[in-house]
């Protein structure tokens, strides 16, 4: 956090005097003088609505003053200035009443000092049994944070592996997580129940896997402590389960969905059903709830976007909330051990059987499994992007080159002209292209395809031909001819749309 310090040589001053001269200034400044010591007094510069408050200290040795501020609310850089104005605003103070103070007044003054110093030797013996309360509550220094730190490892360790198997550091796509194990419906309710777990360790680029990081230590620092090892993991596991079948239930259009946020928001509905009861210390619960409460809400409404399933999102803080006052309602009590292994037994037990309760009951559609696997071996081959990319320009350009026989009212020499000025180039153009199709690292299903794409466009070509033909010659068997052909094209065209 920001700081600055400045000294002062005041010869002929000894340190008690110093401090008293530093005590009345800060009273002049409307600063809260709250901490006193033999050599240093401790303030805080006033709050207001748009600005936090500081920490000036000021220590005294005989001839010497030393005045520091400094910014304690998790600024990262003094842009204003701030901590140099309190310095200058201080010493100008400062200046003003030593040149005028005499010997009683400060005499007086450093009563003021002695009284201080005893406030603050009551406001550190109170700190110190509150934080003995928080710590008997919390279990701080009794716990360390090996479960958090093990679910974020597992977060990592998947993520790096995804990326070195190819998948965007940034931006993965759709199949991508699908196939690291994200949740979506015609996989998860035809077989893949595991998505309901795995996908809670799947995340949709660096971003998404530092936020959701973040937030789990966020949480764990406080949970993992709080509730114990087994408590802890069956809230991760049990309210992330119950997230991604939220998410299967609201998203009647299947859409994939990846990411620990679910799960995390699970433990922030835990966190705060024992911020919303008396377990925790008064002194601490409003501070909490508080900045939990604007996470939590701040998260809903930015969920609202397009893209993030803040279904499962919802999901997780209820079942959260739900298994918290569970938890809350042992944990209390004074057999509170004896209770956590068969609570924890049937959170699971309800957990899995609502999740085998939904998959039975919402089995996918039949074909659905089969068309996502199909999708998912076409996308696995290194050149799976560049195919579908010119794929689909070889569908604009057979568009381009129809144009012309589509349009019934046109005169021949005008059809004529134009099938030989679009359709064929644009045949042959297409025609190119597809041979490009054929050297791709593809699954056979995607080679299959462009064979089947070139015998296409070669019969396209063929009747381009006969076109011409019957509008020079009129002939009656061109038609026929016609006709076969278009026969061979319907089958094609058929094929085409099963791959």
């Known amino acids: 956090m920001p700081e600055r310090s400045k000294e002062i040589t005041l010869a002929g001053y000894v340190a008690s005097d110093l401090l008293a001269l530093s005590y009345v200034t800060l009273t002049e400044l409307n600063w809260n003088p709250r901490y006193a010591t033999d050599s240093s007094i401790v303030a805080y510069t006033r709050r207001s609505w748009n600005k936090y408050d500081d920490q000036v200290t000021v220590k005294a040795v005989d001839g010497l003053l030393v005045v520091s501020s400094k910014m304690i609310h998790d600024e990262i850089a003094d842009l204003m200035g701030r901590n140099k104005k309190n310095i200058g605003r201080f010493l100008s103070v400062f200046e003003t009443i030593r040149t005028k103070a005499s010997e009683a007044v400060i005499s007086e003054w450093k009563e003021k000092i002695v009284l201080l110093k005893e406030e603050t030797i009551k406001t550190a013996e109170q700190e110190i049994k509150e934080a003995q309360e928080i710590d008997k509550v919390m279990n701080f220094s009794k716990s360390n944070l090996y479960v958090t730190y093990g679910i974020m490892a597992i977060n990592i360790v998947v993520f790096v592996l995804m990326v070195t198997g190819g998948v965007s550091f940034i931006t993965p796509t759709g199949i991508d997580i699908i196939r690291w194990g994200a949740n979506f419906s015609p996989l998860t309710l035809s077989g893949d129940w595991w998505r309901l777990i795995t996908c809670f360790f799947v995340h949709i680029g660096i971003i998404h896997l530092v936020l959701n990081m973040y937030a789990l230590y966020m949480a764990g620092v406080y949970l993992e402590p709080l509730l114990g090892k087994t408590r802890y993991i069956v809230a991760y596991v049990c309210t992330g389960v119950l997230a991604s079948l939220a998410s299967l239930w609201w998203h009647k ?60 999102h919802i999901g997780g803080l209820i079942s959260g909330l739900v298994i918290g006052y569970l938890y809350y309602m042992t944990i209390k009590a004074d057999n509170a051990e004896k209770k956590k292994i068969p609570l924890a037994a049937a959170i699971i037990v309800l957990t899995f059987g609502a999740a085998y309760f939904y998959a039975h009951n919402n089995i996918a559609a039949p074909g659905a499994r089969d068309k996502v696997k199909g999708e998912i071996d076409f996308f696995g081959y290194k050149d799976a992007d560049r195919f579908n990319e010119k794929y689909n320009r070889i569908i604009e350009m057979q568009d381009k080159a129809m144009v012309p026989l589509k349009n019934e009212s046109l005169p021949d020499d005008q059809l004529a002209d134009q099938l030989t000025s679009i359709s064929l180039p644009e045949w042959e153009k297409a025609d190119q292209a597809v041979k490009e199709l054929m050297i791709y690292d593809v699954s056979e299903t995607a080679k299959r395809k462009a064979a089947i794409m070139q015998q296409y466009i070669t019969l396209r070509k063929e009747e381009i031909r006969l076109r011409l033909k019957w509008i020079t010659e009129k002939d009656e068997n061109v038609i026929g001819e016609i006709n076969e052909l278009n026969a061979k094209i319907s089958k094609l065209v058929d094929e085409l749309d099963r791959l």
């Open 253 to 312: 259009d299947p859409v994939p969905s990846a990411g620990a946020s679910g799960a995390i928001f699970g433990l922030y509905g835990v966190f705060l059903a024992f911020l919303t009861t008396k377990f925790l210390p008064r002194q601490i619960r409003k501070g909490l709830l508080q900045s939990i409460g604007v996470f939590v809400v701040y998260n809903l409404i930015y969920g609202m976007k397009s893209g993030i399933d803040n279904a499962a």
